[in-house]
Every structure is written in C-alpha cells, then in structure tokens.
C-alpha cells in the first residue's frame, strides 16, 4: 500500500498535509487542525481505518463520498463544524457505520431517508444544529439504533412512530426543542429504553402510558414544560427508575405511588409548579433516594402548608431535600430517636425545622 498523505487547507488558507504514520491504525484522528477543505480521496485503500475523528475544524462542506470506499468504517465524528447540510447519501455504502456525530454544526435541514440502507447504525448525534423538521421514517428499516440525540434544535413537532421499529432503542434526547405535543406511544416496543430527555420543550400534556413496557427505564426528564397534571402510573413496572425530573411545570397534584416499588431511585424533583400538598409515604422504600426537591427558587413554586416527612427517615442515603421556609415540617415524635437519620434530615433537626407530634 502506498504512503497516506491527506491534503488540506486550513481557515488561514495554507496548504497543509497529514502523513498516516502507521496505516494499521484503526483510529484517525483530524480534530482541531482548523480544516475547512480536505480531500478525502487519498483515505481509498485505507482499510484498517474504522474511526475517523474531523470534529472541531472549520468545514462548511464536505465530500464525503470517497468514505464509501472504506469497508470497515465504523464512527465518523463531524462534531463542531459549520456544516449547514450534508449528504448522507454518500455514507449508504458504509454498512458497517455504527456511530455518526453532526452535532455542532448549522444544519437547519437534514434528509435521513439514505439511513434505510445503513445495517449497523446504532447512534446519531444531530444536537446543537438549526434543525425545524425531522422524519425519522428511515428507522423503520434502520432498526439497529440504540441512541438518538436531536436536543438544543428547533423542533416543533415530530412524529416517532418509526421508532418503534428500533426494540434496541436505549437513549431518546430531544431536549431543549420546540415541541408543543408528543405521541410516545411507538417506544411502548422499546423494551429496553434506559434515557428519556424531553424536559425544556412547551409540552402542555404526555401520556406515559408506553413506558410501562420500559421496565429497565433509568432517567426521564420532563421538566420545565407546561404540564399541569401529569400520571406517573405507568411508571410503576419501572423498579431499575434512577431520576425523575419534573421541575418547572405548572402541576398542581400528582400520586407517587407508582414509586413504591423503585427501590433504586436516587433523585426526585418537583420544584417550580403549583403544589399544595404532597403524600411522600410511597418513598419509604427509596433506600437509595439521595436527592428530593420540593422547592427551589423558580418565580413560581409549591405551596405546601405543611409537609409529613416521617416516611423520609427510611431513605438512608438522603443528603439535599429542598422544602420552602415557609412550609410546616411535621413528623412523629418517635422518629427523634432513630439510628442513621439521614443527612438532610439531621440538617432540618439543627436548624429546628420538624415539628414533633
């Protein structure tokens, strides 16, 4: 095999070039060399090449076609560029393409329809761009995704219903977007969905009703939307549930009895709604329960008059509870004696918060 030398020209417009110094290695790293041209044809021939790495340059385009000649191509990072398109067509032939990062760039408008032809794809990262509309009909034949990343774009709506067709699917991030509904009936297939991000949209209502199939479910992240109920039944098969997210709502009740059972629960946050009273009781078994927040310091917060916390002392690994100054802390009197009081709750003892009945 002939000696690589890759061509490029940097944003000073000088001519540079790359010598592959050892044409085994799997890895090509070009990030942060200020590219903004490059001639990908000299890669041809390059076959142990399974990683390449252009992330942190300059491109506004490239042509990516030459990658196509490439058989054991299996990441391609474009991450923090300025791309404001990009062909993916030119990608199809790469059938063993695991993981492709765009995320950074300035693409406003995205095609996926050549991702049907990708057979290993298990991760697109699309977050920090300009995207408005995104159809994901690829992934009905692209069923070997495991994580997609759409956060921080301009989404208003779209539709999953192709995602359903992806039963690997372990990540969902759409953060950050612009959505005022969503249908997350599709990933009641997803069995195996651990990360569901949707919190910063405009979401006025959700139905969980689908991740009851989602019992391996760790983190789902809802908040700072518009919600103003919100049934977390559904999320009671969910026992391996790390993180529920719920701040920055406009709830006025909700049941959390659906967590008795989430013995691996480590952070409940309900901050910034319209609470006015709250039955903790279902958190006696969350032994795990580190952080619990009732209030913060949004403009708008819980009101709750008052606030039993005696199922709290059973969660020994409890170190931050935010509860407003204003509300009454009440427990049994009983409680005053027990062994390991968790931290937060010593915290509440010393600055004579609990009220003891």
């Known amino acids: ?49 399974e990683e390449l790495n252009l992330g942190s340059n300059a491109f506004s385009e490239i042509d990516l076609s030459p990658l196509a000649k490439l058989p054991n191509l299996t990441s391609l990072n474009l991450f923090k560029n300025k791309l404001e398109t990009i062909n993916l067509s030119e990608l199809a032939a790469c059938k063993k393409l695991r993981d492709l990062n765009l995320g950074n760039n300035n693409i406003s408008i995205l095609d996926l329809v050549p991702l049907a032809k990708f057979k290993s794809l298990a991760r697109l990262r699309l977050f920090n761009n300009q995207i408005t509309e995104l159809d994901l009909k690829a992934f009905s034949k692209c069923t070997t995704l495991e994580m997609l990343e759409i956060e921080n774009n301009q989404i208003k709506s779209i539709d999953l219903k192709s995602l359903g067709k992806c039963t690997n699917l372990i990540q969902l991030n759409l953060m950050y977007n612009l959505l005022s509904e969503l249908d997350i009936s599709a990933l009641a297939t997803c069995v195996n969905l651990k990360f569901l991000y949707l919190h910063h949209n405009s979401l006025a209502s959700i139905n969980l009703d689908s991740l009851a199939n989602c019992t391996d479910l760790r983190i789902l992240r809802l908040g700072g939307n518009k919600l103003d109920q919100i049934d977390i039944g559904p999320l009671a098969p969910c026992r391996e549930l790390r993180r529920l997210g719920l701040a920055m709502n406009a709830i006025e009740e909700i049941d959390l009895s659906a967590l008795k059972k989430a013995k691996k629960l480590t952070a409940l946050d309900f901050a910034g709604n319209r609470l006015q009273s709250i039955d903790l009781s279902p958190l006696s078994k969350c032994k795990e329960l580190t952080e619990l927040y009732l209030h913060s310091d949004h403009p708008i917060e819980n009101e709750f008059k008052e606030i039993d916390i005696g199922p709290l002392f059973s969660c020994d690994e409890l170190e931050d509870i935010g509860i407003g100054e204003e509300t009454n802390i009440f427990a049994k009197s009983s409680l005053q004696d027990s062994e390991d009081i968790p931290l937060a709750i010593e915290e509440l003892i010393e600055d004579d918060r609990i009220t003891w009945s």
């Open 1 to 49: 095999m002939d000696e690589i030398v890759i061509e490029y020209i940097d944003k000073d417009g000088k001519e540079r070039k790359f010598e592959v110094e050892d044409e085994n290695n799997a890895t090509l790293d070009l990030s942060r060399h200020k590219i903004v041209t490059i001639n990908l044809e000299t890669l041809v021939g390059y076959e142990a090449l």
